[in-house]
C-alpha cells in the first residue's frame, strides 16, 4: 500500500452552454431537471464572449437554476470585451438573482476583432471583482497542457499563480484525455504554490462529430487508446458511446483514486450522458442511487 489516502469527497458538477434556438431552449429545462436528480455540487452556465447577449442567456439561465432548481451556479464570466461599467452592471444582476458564483475567464481574443482595454487577463478581472463585489466566489480556468497562447510551462503556471494571488478561490481545468498530464500538471501547480482545489474537466465522448471535431480543433493530446476507440466503432454510433463513457467513467475513477479535488463533467447539454457516468460512478462522489 501507498501512502494514506484523502478521505475528502470529491466533487461533480457539470456544465451546460445556453441553448440558441427555440427547440434547444425547451429542451434545456428537461435537461435541467434531469441534471438536478444527480445532486450536482453545482452546475456552470458557459457566456459567450459576445457582450451583448450575456443578459438574455448566461444571467438568465443561471438565474433559473439558482432559483427554480436550488442548485448552486457558477456563471461565466468572459470579460476581454467588455468595459468596468458592464462588468459591474452584470455582477449587480447577478447579486439580484442570488447567483453568488463565477468563473471569471479572459475569454477568447478574435484578431479582427480588439479587445477592450479594461481587462487584459482573467486575473485584472478577479481583482475587480474582490475589490467591487468580495462576496462572490470566484473560480478560474487552467491547463493542464498549456493555455494555446503561452509560450511554455512556467510562463503559463506563473500566470496561473497571478490569478489565484488575485483571489481565484478554485480552478477547473480545459479538458484533458490522458491523466498523467493532469498530474504532471497539479505537481507543477504544488511547487508554483498553487494551492486552491483544481476540478479536472472531462468531456465524455458519445458520438461521430463531436469526436471529428475535437480531432480538428482541440489542442488535448490524444492518446493511443482513445484513438483507437474513435476508429475501430466511427461507424458503430452505439459501440461508439459505450466505449467513449466507459473511457470518460475509467479516467474519472483513476482521478478520484488519485484524490481529485472534483471532476467537471463538460456533458454539452446532455443528461443521459451526465447519468451514464453517474451511475457508474455516484458512490466515488458519496452520492445515493436514484
Ligand atoms: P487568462 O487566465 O487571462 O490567460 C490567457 C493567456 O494569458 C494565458 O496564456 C496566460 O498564460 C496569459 N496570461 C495570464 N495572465 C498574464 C499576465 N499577467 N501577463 C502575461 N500573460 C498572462 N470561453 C468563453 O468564451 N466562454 C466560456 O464560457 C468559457 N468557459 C471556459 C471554462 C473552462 C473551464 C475553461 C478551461 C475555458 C473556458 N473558456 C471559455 C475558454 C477561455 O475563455 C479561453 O481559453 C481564453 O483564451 C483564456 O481565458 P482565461 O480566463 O483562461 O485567460
Known amino acids: 500500500m501507498g501512502s494514506p489516502s484523502n478521505d475528502a469527497v470529491p466533487s461533480l458538477s457539470f456544465e451546460i452552454f445556453p441553448p440558441n434556438t427555440q427547440a434547444g431552449a425547451e429542451k434545456i429545462v428537461e435537461t435541467l431537471a434531469e441534471l438536478q436528480g444527480l445532486s450536482p455540487s453545482f452546475i456552470s452556465v458557459t457566456c459567450s464572449n459576445q457582450p451583448q447577449s450575456i443578459e438574455t442567456t448566461t444571467i438568465k439561465l443561471a438565474g433559473y437554476i439558482t432559483n427554480q432548481l436550488q442548485i448552486p451556479t457558477i456563471a ?3 470579460a476581454a470585451y467588455l468595459s468596468k461599467q458592464q462588468v459591474h452592471t452584470i455582477l449587480e444582476k447577478l447579486q439580484e438573482l442570488g447567483v453568488q458564483r463565477l468563473l471569471a475567464l479572459r475569454g477568447d481574443i478574435f484578431p479582427d476583432n480588439p479587445p477592450k482595454t479594461d481587462f487584459h487577463y482573467a486575473s485584472e478581472l478577479i481583482t475587480y471583482i474582490k475589490k467591487q463585489a468580495p462576496q462572490f466566489e470566484i473560480s478560474g480556468a487552467c ?3 498549456i493555455h494555446p497562447d503561452s509560450l511554455n510551462r512556467v510562463t ?3 500566470n496561473l499563480k497571478k490569478k489565484t494571488d488575485a483571489g481565484c478561490d478554485r480552478l477547473i481545468t480545459q479538458l484533458f484525455f490522458d491523466n498523467e ?3 504532471r500538471f497539479q505537481e507543477h501547480c504544488a511547487l508554483a504554490d498553487i494551492d486552491v482545489p483544481i476540478l479536472a474537466g472531462i468531456m465524455p465522448i458519445t458520438n461521430r462529430n463531436q469526436a471529428l471535431r475535437l ?3 482541440s489542442d488535448a493530446k490524444l492518446p493511443r487508446k482513445f484513438l483507437a476507440i474513435l476508429e475501430k466503432y466511427e461507424h458503430n454510433p ?4 459505450d466505449a467513449g463513457l466507459a ?3 475509467d479516467q474519472i475513477i483513476d482521478l478520484v ?3 481529485v479535488a472534483g471532476i467537471h463533467l463538460y456533458t454539452m447539454n446532455h443528461a443521459s450522458t451526465a447519468r451514464s457516468i453517474y451511475q457508474a460512478t455516484r458512490s466515488l462522489f458519496g452520492l445515493q442511487a436514484v
Open 76 to 78: 461565466h464570466l468572459p
Open 143 to 145: 491547463y493542464p497542457e
Open 156 to 158: 503559463d503556471v506563473k
Open 181 to 183: 498530464i493532469f498530474y
Open 215 to 217: 480531432i480538428k480543433t
Open 238 to 241: 452505439v459501440a461508439l458511446r
Open 247 to 249: 473511457y470518460a467513467i
Open 257 to 259: 483514486t488519485q484524490d
